[in-house]
């Protein structure tokens, strides 16, 4: 990722999924906030958790600089 120049990745969680939100908290995401009413699965729509993670890099947004663990 480095050699391509990505700085941020991030996944999306569905919101009641205790278990797959805690494996992204494990592997360094940061929890950003949910999508309500977002994704169509199984035949109702569900909440999702957006989780970011930036790639040692500093980022900056405006006058938001944000900072890798």
């Given at each position: 990722?480095?050699?391509?120049?990505?700085?941020?990745?991030?996944?999306?969680?569905?919101?009641?999924s205790?278990?797959?939100?805690?494996?992204?908290?494990?592997?360094?995401?940061?929890?950003?906030?949910?999508?309500v009413?977002?994704?169509?699965?199984?035949?109702?729509?569900?909440?999702?958790?957006?989780?970011?993670?930036f790639?040692?890099?500093?980022?900056?947004?405006?006058?938001?600089?944000?900072?890798?663990?």
């Open positions: 990722m480095p050699v391509q120049k990505i700085t941020c990745i991030y996944s999306l969680a569905r919101a009641t205790y278990g797959m939100n805690l494996v992204l908290h494990r592997l360094g995401y940061t929890f950003r906030g949910t999508l009413n977002n994704c169509h699965i199984g035949g109702s729509y569900e909440d999702m958790n957006i989780w970011v993670r790639n040692g890099r500093e980022l900056t947004y405006g006058n938001l600089k944000t900072l890798s663990r």
